[in-house]
């Protein structure tokens, strides 16, 4: 992936488990993925996780360790989304918003306006230059596999 010089990413600023996290919001992404020591700083004791065996590759076609699912509670202006993001290792981004949680969550990027509506609340977009590889798939059959 390179950059055009523009500002081509496109971020929120978001609450996980009560803490401030910058998530890049990816439509290139099927799977929502948080990185580990972010995850680690975020965790409550009641945070429920379980291990994953699924093999996630980014955008280069290189492999993303991840070995832990949790569920996280994620507060976009007022509004707490509880879904079951991917623990990865070497992840770019601190938090990664995939497509898993657009639809079931009535997501809506509006770049006319630099928001994204969650329920019909806006929550301001900022825009950025990115030169990490963001986009993910899934390589397996499992419920992260993309169609």
Do not use: W
């Not at 004791?45 to 699924?54: A, G, I, N, Q, Y």
């Not at 989304?81 to 809506?108: M, W």
């Not at 928001?115 to 929550?123: M, R």
Request: glycine share 6%.
């Amino acid at each position: 992936m390179t950059s055009t010089g523009t500002n081509d990413a496109v971020f929120v600023k978001c609450d996980v488990n009560g803490n401030q996290v910058t998530a890049l919001v990816d439509t290139g992404a099927a799977v929502t993925l948080i990185h580990r020591d972010v995850f680690n700083k975020v965790r409550c004791t009641s945070t429920k996780t379980r291990t994953t065996s699924c093999t996630i590759v980014g955008a280069n076609n290189n492999p993303l360790t991840v070995r832990l699912a949790a569920e996280i509670n994620l507060k976009l202006e007022g509004i707490v989304v509880n879904l079951e993001v991917l623990v990865c290792d070497d992840l770019a981004q601190d938090l990664l918003i995939g497509t898993d949680i657009f639809k079931p969550n009535k997501f809506l990027i509006n770049f006319a306006t630099g928001t994204l509506e969650v329920n019909g609340k806006s929550n301001h977009l900022v825009f950025k230059t990115s030169k990490e590889v963001c986009r993910v798939t899934s390589r397996n059959q499992s419920r992260y596999h993309l169609v």
